[in-house]
Nanobody, 127 residues
Framework: QVQLVESGGGSVQAGGSLRLSCEVS????????MAWFRQTPGKEREAVAR????????MYSDSVQGRFTISKDNTEKSLYLQMDSLKPEDSAMYYC????????????????????WGQGTQVTVSS
């Protein structure tokens, strides 16, 4: 059973920074798409940032472009999201995702299909 565990969320004032981490177990991550999504109550899960393969390509949503940086460490089997210049509208539950998993219920971000998820880590940005 693939397992993804996020950490690093918390509360911060607007303009501050947080670094999210996601540790993957029971699955290789080298050469695979990974991504960060976020979700607020009553809304659909939103794609934030994606990394394709071994950092061949990265993609960001317009709302975080220039403020967030996604990276991964294949040796540590970990995915990261550096979030700078945080805004109150960035407040959400943030989920780590690994490409693959059951077809039903998958979410696409670009050409990658995701259906392995972590449990989420809460980010709260106050004004």
């Amino acid at each position: 059973q693939v397992q993804l565990v996020e950490s690093g969320g918390g509360s911060v004032q607007a303009g501050g920074s947080l670094r999210l981490s996601c540790e993957v177990s029971r699955a290789p991550i080298g050469g695979r798409c990974m991504a960060w999504f976020r979700q607020t109550p009553g809304k659909e899960r939103e794609a934030v940032a994606r990394i394709l393969g071994d950092e061949i390509s990265v993609m960001y949503s317009d709302s975080v472009q220039g403020r967030f940086t996604i990276s991964k460490d294949n040796t540590e089997k970990s995915l990261y999201l550096q979030m700078d210049s945080l805004k109150p509208e960035d407040s959400a539950m943030y989920y780590c995702a690994l490409a693959g998993g059951p077809q039903d219920g998958s979410i696409y971000f670009g050409s990658c299909r995701f259906n392995y998820w972590g449990q989420g880590t809460q980010v709260t940005v106050s004004s």
